[in-house]
């Protein structure tokens, strides 16, 4: 079993719809848990960080982690054309200094 | 502030030879740097852990002496690929932490 599960879709959507992203995880040590964002043949920039369990939102994102269920969903409101990408989470834990487990990446296209 | 730059961004080389792929810190010192290898449609896994003034730690199946990795400064680790072959062609990216973890902007390898 991976550390960190993602479906890796292709998901497909209409601007403007709400779109939900979700992964699970499966050690309970990760402590802090990453939402990037990646274009093709780019590198994954940081869209959402949270420590521990909770909701944290930013702008159209709105990151949620449920450490009792080991689940992971980032929501993304009035989703845009330009939200097109592929969508990683990643966990870690506080003592590795920065090492991160990615899930698979799930593929977002959104049409307009 | 945690920027990350790496070098080249783009690569071709040819079977046999060795590549060199520089991580640096822009702004930040980082004791500790983190190599990853994105293959196309798949998340990012994994590799090293580069530590500065001693030997990197290499996740289980990475070959340490196919994937040389040198962090001779704060702000500087580098990998070589050596005896590159067709099979190692693919997206390295480098992290760093700093009070958030900054991720490069990715080298893509071509081995012909």
């Known amino acids: 079993q991976k550390e960190v599960e993602q479906d890796p879709g292709p998901l497909s959507v209409p601007e403007g719809a709400i779109v939900s992203l979700n992964c699970t995880y499966s050690?309970?040590?990760?402590?802090?848990f990453m939402w990037y964002r990646q274009y093709s043949r780019k590198g994954p920039e940081l869209l959402m960080y949270t420590y521990s369990s909770g909701n944290k939102e930013d702008g159209r994102f709105t990151a949620q982690v449920d450490k009792s269920s080991k689940y992971i969903s980032l929501f993304i409101r009035d989703s845009q054309p330009s939200d097109s990408a592929t969508y990683l989470c990643a966990s870690g834990r506080n003592n590795q200094g920065g090492k991160l487990i990615f899930g698979q990446g799930t593929e977002l296209s959104v049409k307009p | 502030g945690a920027v990350v730059s790496q070098h080249p961004s783009w690569v071709i080389c040819k079977s046999g030879t060795s590549v060199k792929i520089e991580c640096r810190s822009l702004?930040?010192?980082?004791?500790?740097m983190f190599w990853y290898r994105q293959f196309p449609k798949q998340s990012l896994m994994l590799m090293a852990t580069?530590?500065?003034?001693?030997?990197?730690?290499?996740e289980q199946g990475v070959e340490k002496d196919k994937f040389l990795i040198n962090h001779a400064s704060l702000t500087l680790s580098t990998l070589t690929v050596t005896s590159a072959h067709p099979e190692d062609s693919s997206f390295y990216i480098c992290s760093a932490r700093d009070d958030r973890i900054a991720f490069g902007p990715g080298t893509r390898l071509t081995v012909t």
């Open positions: 702004d930040f010192q980082a004791t500790t």
């Open positions: 050690n309970s040590a990760f402590q802090y």
């Open positions: 580069s530590n500065e003034g001693s030997k990197a730690t290499y």
